[in-house]
């Protein structure tokens, strides 16, 4: 038989609010969707500000999307943007999109996307407004993931460096620990952990400098973990 079927994936750069430095990691998330066959950037190429972008969308294999600013001040990539995913969205071709920009005004659009039952991934930094962050199935802050990366090679493969999981999160983690189903002795499993914490944000792991759940939960001292028989991981709630 052929390969797997891989579902057909868009990516949309607000090239306004978005640093090509992080598009290697970016494209390497998205292959989790599938193939990223789509990719456009948009901007006002006249920009100076989009040099860095303008250097690379041909070796990256993205289509630039020229739009000029119309009223001073003002850009009409938003709008852009926003109009050619719902036209993709409609065409029934694409099974999962990434939006890379750090503006809010894409919290409907990701919104609008999910409700017909597609993953939308948000790429953006540590400023990105928590409305879009929260519209998205998953946000990852690339400036972050970019570090740990980088990180990572100096240390020449060797652990993860921890970043500080904030309370927030923690509680996050906790609650969904609490509501998921436990053996006699505590223990849950860390998929069904996991699954009850993404429903209820789009928080990722590579955001706090985790390549994965398991990871960020064995660095909190919260929580221990147990691998059972098949490689199964269960965690279990110490405090």
């Not at 609010?17 to 494209?27: E, F, H, Q």
């Not at 659009?109 to 540590?126: E, H, K």
């Not at 923690?170 to 189903?181: E, G, I, P, R």
């Amino acid at each position: 038989m052929a390969d797997e079927y891989l579902h057909n994936i868009a990516l949309l750069i607000d090239a306004d609010n978005a640093s090509p430095a992080g598009i290697d990691p970016v494209l390497t998330i998205l292959a989790e969707l599938g193939q990223v066959n789509i990719r456009r950037a948009y901007g006002n190429w006249r920009k100076p500000a989009l040099k860095g972008w303008a250097d690379i969308v041909h070796h990256y294999g993205i289509e630039p999307q020229q739009q000029f600013d119309i009223t001073k001040g003002k850009n009409a990539t938003d709008m852009k943007m926003t109009i050619d995913a719902m036209d993709l969205l409609y065409r029934g071709r694409v099974h999962g999109f990434g939006i890379m920009s750090s503006d809010s005004d894409f919290m409907p659009l990701a919104m609008r996307i999910r409700q017909d039952g597609y993953p939308v991934y948000g790429f953006g930094n540590s400023r990105t407004p928590e409305a879009f962050r929260q519209a998205c199935t998953r946000f990852i802050d690339v400036d972050a993931l970019v570090k740990g990366e980088r990180q990572a090679t100096e240390n020449n493969g060797g652990d993860v460096p921890s970043t500080k999981v904030d309370e927030d999160l923690l509680n996050l983690l906790v609650d969904a620990y609490n509501a998921s189903k436990r053996d006699e002795n505590g223990f849950a499993k860390l998929v069904e952990v996991g699954q009850r914490a993404g429903n209820r944000s789009s928080f990722d792991t590579r955001s706090y400098g985790y390549p994965r759940l398991l990871d960020m939960i064995e660095a909190i001292p919260n929580f221990t973990t147990e691998r059972r028989e098949g490689g199964q991981v269960w965690i279990k709630r110490l405090r």
